[in-house]
């Protein structure tokens, strides 16, 4: 069975972290440029009371942003894909249980957001695309080692084991 190399998978897990960090990064500075919208598309899922819409249109990207920083530097990366993976379900629950009560709206995922005319939706395409970012948050978390991460730099101290010497599953991570 073939298996990846370790500088292999160092490499991916690598770019898999960068487009994440990207993906909030881009998202959560989109959505803090324009507050107003930001608003609306929390508000469109009418899932909220009144009074907490405000506060989670204002902590959303905030949220993101501090995702996507923790990811480009490569700290905390397997608490923060945790963090991300639960954001992304919470996504994807909210998208879903729009199309099911059957409330036209865009996501906000990157912009925008709010009520659209019935038919414009792409729920189908934004709970894909939410999958695909989780899938790589699953990769993080399962295997969060990467290149140019401060977390790798922070163990760069610890003493690797012998070519034979045993090694737990947590280590091989």
């Given at each position: 069975m073939f298996r990846p190399s370790q500088p292999v998978l160092d490499i991916a897990g690598t770019l898999v972290r960068l487009?994440?960090?990207a993906v909030w990064l881009?998202?959560?500075s989109i959505k803090i440029s324009d507050?107003?919208?930001t608003y609306l598309a929390v508000k469109a899922y009418e899932i909220l009371p009144s009074a907490l819409v405000h506060p989670v249109?204002?902590?959303l990207p905030l949220l993101e942003l501090a995702l996507g920083v923790l990811l480009l530097a490569g700290l905390l990366t397997r608490i923060t894909a945790v963090a991300s993976a639960v954001l992304l379900v919470l996504f994807i629950a909210?998208?879903?249980q729009s199309w099911a009560r059957g409330l036209a709206i865009d996501c906000g995922c990157f912009g925008g957001g709010g009520k659209v005319a019935q038919g414009q939706t792409q729920y189908p395409q934004e709970i894909a695309r939410d999958v695909g970012f989780l899938v790589l948050a699953g990769w993080l978390i399962l295997r969060?080692?990467?290149r140019l991460a401060v977390d790798g730099w922070l163990r760069a101290g610890e003493?690797?084991?012998a070519p034979d010497e045993p090694v737990s599953e947590a280590e091989r991570i």
């Open positions: 487009g994440l960090a881009v998202s959560g507050p107003g919208q249109a204002t902590a909210g998208v879903a969060s080692r990467t003493r690797e084991p």
